[in-house]
């Protein structure tokens, strides 16, 4: 979830109340089937959990919530002119700019957002007292899941398309009038349903974590 953040009171002797906040963002620059785009990865949620302590130990089972999910990653791109990229299957080549026929290189943008669920059902298990019992100091750690539904992947293209390197057959990728540029719009449908496909994984999304924790007075319970 990114760098956390958070606050716990004790409601009982074996059960905790946990509201947390998480903080990421990290770019990087990828490549694949002609496309060389910088992603961004732009993480931001809120979690309230309750820790229930079954054995009366630093054993503990957390259910919660995952009441605010910002967690998405961007992408965009610039295919340089005359570079071939890849849909489907099927090779087309970016325009080289043209001031007579309006023609520009292919750029676009992709936007994947974490929250198909909001909120989303968080369940984890972890080790250690968050809110400690006999000192000032912990050190919890957890892992589980958050329910958050299959992340929703979403690609627009824009600019001229062509069908050879000569650019002899070429469209403007918006035309729905334009043999070529359905061609185009069909073929990024279908890629981004198997991206989406590759993604589908992280409807159930890991959570692990490790931290250090300061009780302020006893925390006695």
Not at 213 to 221: C, D, L, V
Request: charge should be positive.
């Amino acid at each position: 979830m990114g760098v956390t953040l958070g606050v716990s009171s004790s409601l009982a002797p074996s059960l905790d109340l946990r509201l947390t906040g998480s903080l990421f963002s990290h770019s990087f620059r990828f490549s694949s089937s002609g496309f060389d785009a910088i992603a961004r990865l732009r993480f931001a949620s809120g979690r309230a959990s309750l820790d229930d302590y079954p054995f009366h130990k630093a054993f503990r089972i957390s259910p919660g919530v995952l009441f605010y999910n910002q967690n998405r990653t961007t992408a965009a791109d610039t295919i340089e002119p005359g570079s071939s990229f890849t849909l489907n299957g099927d090779t087309f080549y970016s325009a080289r700019t043209n001031e007579r026929t309006g023609a520009s290189p292919v750029n676009g943008t992709a936007l994947s957002n974490l929250h198909a669920i909001r909120p989303a059902f968080t369940i984890t298990a972890g080790w250690g007292r968050v809110v400690s019992r006999t000192g000032h100091w912990s050190f919890p750690t957890e892992i589980g899941v958050a329910l958050v539904g299959a992340p929703k992947v979403d690609v627009n293209l824009r600019g001229w398309a062509c069908r050879d390197r000569a650019e002899t057959q070429c469209a403007n990728i918006a035309n729905p009038n334009d043999p070529l540029a359905v061609w185009v719009q069909s073929d990024l449908r279908t890629e981004t349903g198997k991206w989406a496909q590759d993604l589908n994984p992280l409807k159930t999304y890991p959570i692990i974590s490790t931290g250090i924790s300061y009780t302020f007075g006893t925390g006695r319970r």
